[in-house]
């Protein structure tokens, strides 16, 4: 049976790091208190100093490129969809019509 992971809000996580700087208690020592693996306070830090305002994005909440990515390709399915409906329609009116016999 596996473990479900623990998530944490980015709210959680940037607390967790200011009482890490402002208490004078080691790492390890919050860690232990917030219920935290090991290591966790640095990997959040370097990532915190990495990303800056941009790090912790969440679930939805996506960064930069990959937000731009994202809609880049919604509006080129968009462009696809528009693409094939002109196509139907130029064969729908391009085609011969059927003449009546009776004139």
């Known amino acids: ?13 940037l607390e967790a790091l200011r009482l890490w700087e402002s208490s004078g208690k080691s790492a ?3 860690e232990e208190d917030l219920g935290l693996t ?4 640095y990997r959040w830090k370097t990532v915190l100093q990495q990303a800056g ?3 912790f994005p969440g679930h939805g909440r ?6 731009e990515l ?6 080129l399915e968009i462009t696809r969809q528009e693409r094939d409906i002109l ?5 729908i009116f391009a085609a011969p019509k059927k003449r009546d016999s009776r004139s």
Do not use: N, P
């Not at 994202?70 to 509006?75: F, G, I, T």
């Open 62 to 67: 996506q960064v930069g490129m990959e937000e």
């Open 53 to 55: 305002d941009e790090a």
């Open 28 to 30: 390890a020592q919050i």
């Open 1 to 13: 049976m596996s473990k479900k992971r623990r998530e944490y809000t980015r709210e959680f996580k």
């Open 38 to 41: 090991r290591g966790r306070l």
């Open 87 to 91: 196509k139907e329609a130029v064969g």
């Open 70 to 75: 994202r809609r880049l390709r919604r509006e």
